[in-house]
C-alpha cells in the first residue's frame, strides 16, 4: 500500500501532470495486460503487480534519481524494481508477482517511451473517448504558488489603502495652514494694540 500510493502520487503529479486521461489509460492498459498474463503464472491477486507496474515506470523515468536501500548501499531509480525484487526473494517470497508487473510496466515503458522515439508512432495514444472524460485538464497549481498569489494581493490592497491614506493626510496638511492663518494675524493685531510705555 505504501508503494502504490507513493508511486502513483509521484507518476500523477509528474510525468503525468495535467494529463489524467493519459493516467487513467496507463491504469487501463496494465490491468487488461496483467489479467491476460495472470493465468499462465497461476496468480490470482493482482494488486502487487500493478504496484510493481507503476515504481517500474516511475524508475524508468527517473533515472537520474538517487535511492538507497536501508542504508547499505546506494543505486539510481532503474534499479528500484530489481531491489524490491531481491528482497521479496530473500523473505522467502515468490517472485512470480513481482516480475509479471515488471513485464507489463516494461510494456507500456516501450511502447509508450521508447517506441515512439524510434518510429515516430505511438501505439499506446490515449483514445479519444477516454479523453472525453477529462475535457478541461488543467495542471494542479502547488499549494505554495496559491499562499503566493493570495499573499501577493493581500500585500497589494495594503498598499493601495496606505495610498490613500497618504493622499487625504496630504490634504489635511495644505488646508492645515489656511484654516489657522486668520487666529494667528488676530493674536498679532491684539499684541500690536497693546499699549506701549515708556
Same mark, same amino acid.
Given at each position: 500500500m505504501f508503494f502504490l500510493v507513493k508511486y502513483c502520487k509521484s507518476l500523477e503529479e509528474g510525468s503525468f501532470r495535467g494529463r489524467s486521461a493519459d493516467f487513467l489509460w496507463m491504469l487501463l492498459f496494465g490491468g487488461t495486460l496483467l489479467t491476460v498474463l495472470a493465468p499462465f503464472v497461476s496468480i490470482e491477486f493482482l494488486g502487487s503487480s500493478l504496484t510493481f507496474m507503476m515504481v517500474y @515506470?516511475?524508475? #524508468? #523515468?527517473?533515472?537520474? @534519481?538517487n535511492l538507497s536501500f536501508l542504508g547499505i548501499f546506494n543505486f539510481t531509480a532503474p534499479y528500484l524494481p530489481w531491489v524490491l525484487l531481491a528482497f521479496s526473494v530473500m523473505l522467502g517470497s515468490s517472485p512470480k508477482v513481482d516480475l509479471l508487473g515488471m513485464v507489463a510496466g516494461h510494456a507500456y515503458y516501450y511502447l509508450e517511451d521508447v517506441y515512439p522515439r524510434i518510429s515516430g508512432r505511438r501505439p499506446l495514444k490515449t483514445p479519444g473517448f477516454i479523453q472525453a472524460?477529462?475535457? @478541461?485538464?488543467e495542471p494542479i497549481r502547488p499549494a505554495a504558488e496559491v499562499v503566493m498569489q493570495q499573499f501577493a494581493a493581500d500585500l497589494l490592497h495594503q498598499q493601495q489603502q496606505g495610498d490613500a491614506a497618504g493622499i487625504a493626510g496630504e490634504q489635511q496638511q495644505q488646508q492645515g495652514p489656511g484654516a489657522a492663518g486668520p487666529p494667528a494675524a488676530t493674536h498679532a493685531q491684539a499684541v500690536d494694540d497693546r499699549p506701549h510705555t515708556d
Open positions: @515506470v516511475w524508475g #524508468r #523515468r527517473h533515472q537520474y @534519481v472524460l477529462f475535457p @478541461v485538464d
